[in-house]
């Protein structure tokens, strides 16, 4: 199996590719996130996006942020991630601004 995980933070993406070196307060969560990844044999492929480049993770993030500590499991679409998921099916473009 293969699995490709895009994270809009670099340094995410940095703690679960290299040797975790952040705030001690995050290292049992990196390691689960390390122990599933390697679970099942799959080939992991873990990368940085931008976060406009996925809006529905966005939603879903901010839901997790806004809501309690329980695990939630989505059978279908939510309605929060509507919109979202129309855009993408469309191909909008999200710009982003660059300093100079």
Not at 32 to 43: H, S, V, Y
Not at 71 to 78: A, E, G, L
């Amino acid at each position: 199996m293969q699995l490709w995980v895009q994270v809009d933070s670099k340094a995410v993406v940095s703690m679960l590719t290299k040797h975790f070196k952040g705030h001690p307060e995050y290292g049992l969560l990196i390691q689960q996130c390390k122990t599933l990844l390697n679970w099942g044999g799959w080939k992991v492929k873990i990368s940085h996006c931008f976060r406009e480049a996925n809006q529905v993770a966005d939603k879903l993030t901010n839901m997790g942020v806004a809501g309690n500590l329980e695990v939630n499991t989505h059978c279908t679409p939510t309605m929060e991630t509507r919109e979202a998921r129309y855009a993408d099916i469309l191909g909008v473009l999200w710009p982003r601004g660059f300093n100079r």
